[in-house]
């Protein structure tokens, strides 16, 4: 005979479980109310957002089509959409290839346009210069998030997108050790890098990933699960930064993991330099011999622009670096000045508007977002401008497919 469970054995257990369901629903509903009166910031963490796929091409991941979400921080509202191909754009790709001249910007979350919505991205700015049968856009983010990622998608999808100009959005802060430390690369008979893939990290760029990018529908569940909790559950954001912060605490040494020594003027690891390096290179002979143009954009860290953004950089886990070695940072301006030699070097077209941000900066004007080190409207702006001015100065889009106050500015012939 089966024993039945007593009613008052069941009271003892149904209770205390209901009561911890009640209480942290309780505290889930304060903690969202709390964070959407700004009077708490829970488990703020740049570009944690459920937007990413573990993909089984040469992809480290892929954004999700057809997908929109609402990001909401004490910096910034900002509304992402993706289209049929997986990119931040309003037009669905047809559309987009639609046209006769294609200007296609590459890049990390900068590019992606992370803090700023549409319209408002400096690859979306450069469409006030162009007549309608040219278009620019982006395909940030998912192309990944660093050089050698950018020269496995360009070697991809280059038959189908075809674009005559390449904006390389290149952030040293993080695109420089990312190459090796994160990364698998693969590499055809000729030792160009065809694909690359995430190599066990809990926390790329910024955004949450799985430990492995998964090639099972398991893992691929794992990793939908753990961005759907983040997007859904304030507990679990907090959770996750309350190990973050333990995490940190045990192993001081990573503390200051997150800014390379290559930023305050000293020697880095070659190899991931020279792998950096040579992914520009190789997208660059790869562009010219297809009678295309590549065109590498600096985009400067915010504390070697101005010393207001120090105290944020510096107070972050795994950015914790003395304001000593900030002020050096300030100083030397690396590695865009030993970087911009090597890409002259290689007769590899680049634009660093360091010193342009440096005194828009000193005259008052905000580049990037107070407590995030991404671009913000200004910085966008500006760095668009930059940008088309060198591709007017240079002649590099057909006056045809230019407006008339652009022709002009380019020297075209009226």
């Given at each position: 005979?089966?024993?039945?469970?007593?009613?008052?054995?069941?009271?003892?257990?149904?209770?205390?479980?209901?009561?911890?369901?009640?209480?942290?629903?309780?505290?889930?509903?304060?903690?969202?109310l709390?964070?959407?009166?700004?009077?708490?910031?829970?488990?703020?963490?740049?570009n944690?957002?459920?937007?990413?796929?573990?993909?089984?091409?040469?992809?480290?991941?892929?954004?999700?089509e057809?997908?929109?979400?609402?990001?909401?921080?004490?910096?910034?509202?900002?509304?992402?959409r993706?289209?049929?191909?997986?990119?931040?754009?309003?037009?669905?790709?047809?559309?987009?290839?639609?046209?006769?001249?294609?200007?296609?910007?590459?890049?990390?979350?900068h590019?992606?346009g992370?803090?700023?919505?549409y319209?408002?991205?400096?690859?979306?700015?450069?469409?006030?210069?162009?007549?309608n049968?040219?278009?620019?856009?982006?395909?940030?983010?998912?192309?990944?998030?660093?050089?050698?990622?950018?020269?496995?998608?360009?070697n991809a999808?280059?038959s189908?997108?075809?674009?005559d100009?390449?904006?390389?959005?290149?952030?040293?802060?993080?695109?420089?050790?990312?190459?090796?430390?994160?990364?698998?690369?693969?590499?055809?008979?000729?030792?160009?890098?065809?694909?690359?893939?995430?190599?066990?990290?809990?926390?790329?760029?910024?955004?949450?990933?799985?430990?492995?990018?998964?090639?099972?529908?398991?893992?691929?569940?794992?990793?939908?699960?753990?961005?759907?909790?983040?997007?859904?559950?304030?507990?679990?954001r907090?959770?996750?930064?309350t190990?973050?912060?333990?995490?940190?605490?045990?192993?001081?040494?990573?503390?200051?993991?997150?800014?390379?020594?290559?930023?305050?003027?000293?020697?880095?690891?070659?190899?991931?330099?020279?792998?950096?390096?040579?992914?520009?290179?190789?997208?660059?002979?790869?562009?010219?011999?297809?009678?295309?143009?590549?065109?590498?954009?600096?985009?400067?860290?915010?504390?070697?622009?101005?010393?207001?953004?120090?105290?944020?950089?510096?107070s972050?886990?795994?950015?914790?670096?003395?304001?000593?070695?900030?002020?050096?940072?300030r100083?030397v301006?690396?590695?865009?000045?030993s970087?911009?030699?090597?890409?002259?070097?290689?007769d590899?077209?680049?634009?660093?508007?360091?010193?342009?941000?440096?005194?828009?900066?000193?005259?008052?004007?905000?580049?990037?977002?107070?407590?995030d080190?991404?671009?913000?409207?200004?910085?966008?702006?500006?760095?668009?401008?930059?940008?088309?001015?060198?591709?007017?100065?240079?002649?590099?889009?057909?006056?045809?497919?230019?407006?008339?106050?652009?022709?002009?500015?380019?020297?075209?012939?009226?």
């Open positions: 005979m089966i024993e039945r469970a007593s009613p008052d054995r069941l009271f003892r257990v149904v209770v205390p479980v209901m009561s911890v369901i009640v209480t942290l629903g309780i505290i889930e509903v304060a903690l969202n709390m964070a959407r009166a700004d009077l708490v910031n829970i488990g703020e963490r740049g944690a957002l459920p937007l990413w796929e573990a993909v089984d091409d040469h992809r480290p991941f892929a954004l999700r057809n997908f929109e979400y609402e990001v909401r921080t004490p910096d910034f509202d900002m509304h992402i993706t289209n049929d191909f997986g990119l931040r754009e309003n037009q669905p790709i047809a559309q987009l290839l639609d046209h006769e001249f294609r200007i296609l910007s590459m890049g990390d979350s590019t992606f992370y803090g700023v919505n319209g408002e991205r400096y690859s979306d700015l450069f469409n006030s210069i162009l007549q049968q040219a278009v620019a856009f982006t395909s940030g983010y998912a192309n990944g998030f660093s050089p050698v990622d950018y020269a496995g998608y360009i999808f280059y189908y997108l075809l674009p100009i390449l904006v390389l959005g290149f952030f040293p802060e993080n695109d420089v050790v990312n190459d090796v430390v994160t990364r698998q690369i693969t590499r055809d008979s000729n030792g160009d890098i065809v694909g690359t893939k995430l190599n066990g990290s809990n926390v790329v760029d910024g955004f949450l990933t799985a430990q492995t990018a998964p090639k099972s529908s398991f893992g691929r569940t794992v990793v939908r699960t753990k961005n759907w909790m983040w997007n859904t559950f304030a507990l679990y907090l959770a996750e930064e190990r973050n912060i333990i995490r940190y605490r045990l192993r001081p040494n990573l503390a200051n993991t997150q800014l390379p020594s290559i930023l305050f003027g000293d020697n880095g690891n070659q190899e991931e330099i020279d792998i950096t390096l040579g992914a520009l290179e190789q997208i660059d002979q790869f562009l010219k011999a297809h009678g295309k143009t590549l065109l590498v954009a600096f985009i400067p860290s915010n504390f070697q622009i101005a010393e207001r953004y120090e105290r944020v950089v510096t972050l886990p795994g950015y914790r670096v003395d304001s000593a070695r900030m002020v050096t940072a100083e301006l690396e590695p865009q000045t970087f911009g030699q090597w890409l002259q070097a290689k590899i077209r680049y634009v660093d508007p360091t010193q342009e941000f440096i005194v828009a900066e000193s005259e008052g004007t905000r580049l990037y977002f107070d407590t080190g991404h671009l913000n409207r200004n910085g966008h702006a500006l760095f668009s401008k930059l940008i088309q001015d060198y591709l007017l100065e240079n002649q590099l889009v057909p006056c045809h497919f230019l407006t008339l106050e652009a022709a002009a500015g380019a020297g075209c012939p009226r």
